[in-house]
């Protein structure tokens, strides 16, 4: 089985624009989400997704959203990007009713 | 909010040795942890968990310690090999299959020395 793949991996953008990541689960996994890591503040949760339903948020500005289609792929926004927002960016999956997340590679986005 | 922590950043083993790995965390109601191991350019991979109902958990030469009383975790890695080196993160949640995100400690640098 597939794991969790996310694009793109590596990404530059400049600060004010906007970034969109996409992430797609395992097959089965409906539940995806995603994380932070830098490494002043390690790893943080951002949000979860299930059944295309934001169920849980970090404790991020609202420039950071994110969306879930009917085939559970998930798509993370950061709108105005500043320079603190380069970071690894995770993408995690589970099976509804299990706490055991499976990650992905990341997509490592630069702001300069 | 509450936060899980880890005690070294940096852990030093001989090739061969045992290798403990200490977390302590803060909050209370959690019932679900898990270690992860990240190795460069990749995401964290699932190495063992454990639930609140249990003090010990045994996988493939990894041992995760769980001590309700004092708030603390610890992975031990048996015969530590070349190929563990990697940063081993531990993280909780409020478990039950929840929408509760993990909360990560900062992780700890495991190296080993030949």
């Known amino acids: 089985k597939a794991g969790v793949t996310q694009t793109p991996r590596y990404l530059i953008k400049t600060r004010g624009q906007q970034v969109t990541l996409s992430c797609s689960p395992i097959?089965?996994?409906?539940?995806v989400s995603w994380y932070q890591q830098t490494p002043g503040q390690g790893l943080q949760f951002l949000f979860e997704?299930?059944?295309?339903?934001?169920?849980n948020k970090g404790n991020f500005p609202g420039r950071f959203s994110g969306r879930q289609f009917s085939n559970s792929r998930s798509e993370m926004n950061v709108s105005t990007l500043e320079l603190g927002d380069s970071a690894l960016y995770l993408c995690?999956?589970?099976?509804?009713?299990?706490?055991?997340?499976?990650f992905g590679p990341g997509t490592r986005l630069t702001v300069t | 909010g509450e936060s899980v922590g880890l005690h070294l950043p940096t852990l030093s083993v001989q090739e061969g040795d045992n290798s403990i790995i200490n977390c302590a965390y803060s909050?209370?109601?959690?019932?679900?942890f898990i270690w992860y191991k990240q190795e460069s350019g990749k995401g964290p991979q699932f190495i063992i968990d454990?639930?609140?109902?249990?003090d010990k958990r045994q996988g493939q030469r990894v041992t995760v310690l769980l001590n309700k009383t004092v708030k603390h975790l610890s992975l031990q890695i048996a015969a530590t090999q070349p190929g563990d080196s990697a940063v081993y993160f531990c993280?909780?949640?409020?478990?039950?299959?929840?929408?509760?995100?993990?909360?990560f400690g900062k992780g700890t640098h495991l190296i080993i020395q030949p």
């Open positions: 995690a999956s589970r099976v509804k009713g299990s706490d055991e997340q499976y």
């Open positions: 097959s089965g996994h409906r539940s």
């Open positions: 997704y299930f059944s295309e339903t934001q169920r």
């Open positions: 909050n209370s109601a959690s019932d679900y």
């Open positions: 993280a909780e949640n409020m478990g039950g299959g929840g929408a509760d995100g993990l909360t």
């Open positions: 454990i639930r609140s109902n249990m």
